[in-house]
């Protein structure tokens, strides 16, 4: 049982992976951009993982990274990045625990989150 | 050269003796002196001091305050009591002089030496107004060089930030048309999977195994649409680490076994173990479209994937075997070309870009390797990926394999 945020601007992305973390018994709670996600964290927010989408609207995922430092509640905190735009995801991303190209199965996600709380 | 003299027969002797070796003209006074000067400068100027109208010291003056005639000398005619005036006049622009009486001879050494001199000044002169000319020629070349050179890496600087700027373009257009395809995939697939996990496997749900199996479709779709518009981009490029080939190839069975078991064909592989030093991204695209390729084209039958390396260690071969209906020769040129499908004998539609073949040269270009086919009508088809294996590090990796 964790606390999850899913950073996302897709709706449909979003909704599935709120149902599939909740079915799987965590809290979730989601973010519909990198502004509403720091909005949330400078509102007390405190996620145990965070997935993270890159191209989204107002503040996109890159910024979002670039940021992470002003919350000391996401000191130690795994992000998992989830990307469309990526061609080659083997390239680490700075600030991100794992990188995974859409579209990514549910056993993978899973496998993924299992791995890092 | 010119004689100034009031005194006619001084003057005609003067006149006389020069004429021998010079071309002489005469003017009675300094006044006729100056104009015959001014209208056609002499080589020489010989003049007495004390004339009417204008005096030879006057004279001197004029022609001193010509530049033009700065270089005609003067050779003044002196009565023995003008020391002073004499001096005074070499001073002020005279080159010489002669005290009355004076002999031929002297009058002819004395006008010669100047004459002489004079030549010699005008050709230094004209060589040094040549010299100032050429140099003056190769500074202007140099400053409308210079100006070119300018301009041109102005250009060449437009130019580059130009490349710049659209191979960024290309970047971020590849990126967003990317996450663009892929992100209705991903919602497509999410849902379709939470289905399943919601429902479990009934009967009713195999729509639900139906959608995933077609997400997947199009997501290899995207993939090697995007692969090759990368390709096209110049952006494909080698990163080559330590693969097995052979783990490669059975991962790739594994992944396209039921393509094929749907469409009743058998899948077969042939490979044992192949550790080398390639680039795996280039050699799953290489592998996965030739086997897609031979499955979608099999109708009945089997699809064989062989995987060789070479006794010398020099080249590893990837070989595609089916049962397929064959391709003519006249097409084998054909169908490497991007878009080209050759459709079989009853029209039917083949599905996918048409951009597979076009990729797996590609790749093989990027790899320095080569594609080779063979096929019959009615019997089937073999495409031979030949891919040259980098010796030295073949070396390194048997050093980590022994007896591998």
């Known amino acids: 049982m964790a606390r999850i945020l899913v950073v996302e601007d897709d709706l449909l992305i979003r909704e599935s992976m709120v149902a599939l973390f909740e079915d799987e018994g965590h809290?979730?709670?989601?973010?519909?951009?990198?502004?509403?996600?720091?909005?949330?964290?400078?509102?007390?927010?405190?996620?145990?993982?965070?997935?993270?989408?890159?191209m989204m609207p107002r503040v996109d995922g890159w910024e979002f990274l670039a940021r992470r430092g002003e919350f000391p509640q996401l000191a130690g905190v795994p992000v998992i990045v989830v990307s469309g735009g990526l061609t080659d995801t083997t390239v680490p991303i700075e600030g991100a625990a794992l990188v995974l190209k859409k579209p990514v199965?549910?056993?993978?996600?899973?496998?993924?989150?299992?791995?890092?709380? | 050269?010119?004689?100034?003299?009031?005194?006619?027969?001084?003057?005609?002797?003067?006149?006389?003796?020069?004429?021998?070796?010079?071309?002489?003209?005469?003017a009675m006074d300094g006044r006729e002196g100056l104009e015959k000067?001014?209208?056609?400068?002499?080589?020489?100027?010989?003049?007495?001091?004390?004339?009417?109208?204008?005096?030879?010291?006057?004279?001197?003056?004029?022609?001193?305050?010509?530049?033009h005639?700065?270089?005609?000398?003067?050779?003044?005619?002196?009565?023995?009591?003008?020391?002073?005036?004499?001096?005074?006049?070499?001073?002020?622009?005279?080159?010489?002089?002669?005290?009355?009486?004076?002999?031929?001879?002297?009058?002819?050494?004395?006008?010669?030496?100047?004459?002489?001199l004079k030549r010699a000044t005008d050709v230094l002169q004209a060589e040094v107004s040549q010299q100032q000319q050429d140099i003056e020629a190769l500074a202007r070349e140099v400053a409308?060089?210079?100006?070119?050179?300018?301009?041109?890496?102005?250009e060449a600087e437009l130019a580059r930030d130009e490349a710049r700027r659209a191979s960024e373009a290309k970047a971020s257009f590849l990126r967003l048309v990317s996450h663009e395809l892929r992100a209705p995939l991903q919602g497509i697939t999410l849902q379709a999977e939470l289905l399943k996990r919601k429902l479990?496997?009934?009967?009713?749900?195999?729509?639900?195994?139906?959608?995933?199996?077609?997400?997947?479709?199009?997501?290899?779709?995207?993939?090697?649409?995007?692969?090759?518009v990368r390709a096209e981009a110049g952006r494909l490029e080698a990163q080559p680490e330590l693969v097995d080939a052979c783990d490669l190839v059975r991962d790739i069975a594994e992944e396209l076994g039921p393509m094929a078991a749907n469409q009743g064909l058998k899948l077969h592989v042939e490979a044992g173990s192949a550790p080398c030093w390639s680039d795996p991204r280039l050699l799953r695209l290489v592998v996965a479209n030739l086997v897609d390729n031979a499955i979608k084209y099999t109708l009945d039958g089997s699809v064989q994937v062989q995987v060789q390396v070479t006794a010398d260690d020099s080249e590893l071969r990837f070989t595609v075997t089916d049962t397929g209906p064959g391709i003519p020769r006249e097409h084998w040129?054909?169908?490497?070309?991007?878009?080209?499908?050759?459709?079989?004998?009853?029209?039917?539609?083949?599905?996918?870009?048409?951009?597979?073949?076009?990729?797996?040269?590609?790749?093989?270009?990027?790899?320095?390797?080569?594609?080779?086919?063979?096929?019959?009508?009615?019997?089937?088809s073999r495409f031979t990926a030949v891919v040259p294996l980098e010796h030295e590090r073949k070396e390194a990796e048997r050093g980590a394999h022994p007896g591998g």
């Open chain 2, 37 to 67: 000067v001014l209208e056609s400068p002499p080589d020489l100027v010989v003049t007495d001091i004390m004339m009417p109208r204008m005096s030879g010291d006057e004279l001197i003056a004029e022609l001193r305050r010509r530049p």
């Open chain 2, 69 to 116: 005639l700065a270089t005609v000398p003067v050779l003044v005619l002196s009565a023995k009591a003008d020391d002073e005036l004499r001096v005074r006049l070499l001073g002020e622009g005279a080159q010489d002089y002669l005290v009355k009486p004076f002999s031929r001879a002297e009058l002819l050494a004395r006008a010669g030496n100047l004459i002489k």
């Open chain 2, 1 to 26: 050269m010119l004689v100034v003299e009031d005194n006619p027969e001084l003057n005609r002797f003067i006149a006389e003796t020069l004429a021998d070796a010079h071309a002489v003209d005469v």
């Open chain 2, 333 to 380: 040129e054909r169908i490497l070309q991007p878009f080209e499908q050759v459709g079989d004998l009853r029209h039917k539609h083949i599905s996918g870009t048409g951009l597979g073949l076009a990729l797996v040269k590609r790749a093989l270009d990027v790899l320095g390797g080569r594609l080779e086919i063979d096929s019959t009508v009615g019997q089937g």
């Open chain 1, 105 to 117: 199965s549910i056993d993978d996600l899973l496998d993924a989150v299992a791995a890092l709380i």
């Open chain 2, 144 to 154: 409308t060089r210079k100006r070119g050179l300018a301009a041109s890496l102005a």
């Open chain 1, 27 to 54: 809290a979730v709670d989601s973010a519909v951009d990198g502004q509403d996600a720091l909005d949330w964290l400078t509102g007390g927010g405190a996620p145990d993982l965070i997935l993270l989408d890159l």
């Open chain 2, 200 to 228: 479990g496997d009934r009967p009713e749900l195999r729509g639900a195994d139906r959608i995933l199996i077609a997400g997947r479709h199009m997501t290899r779709l995207v993939d090697g649409l995007l692969e090759y």
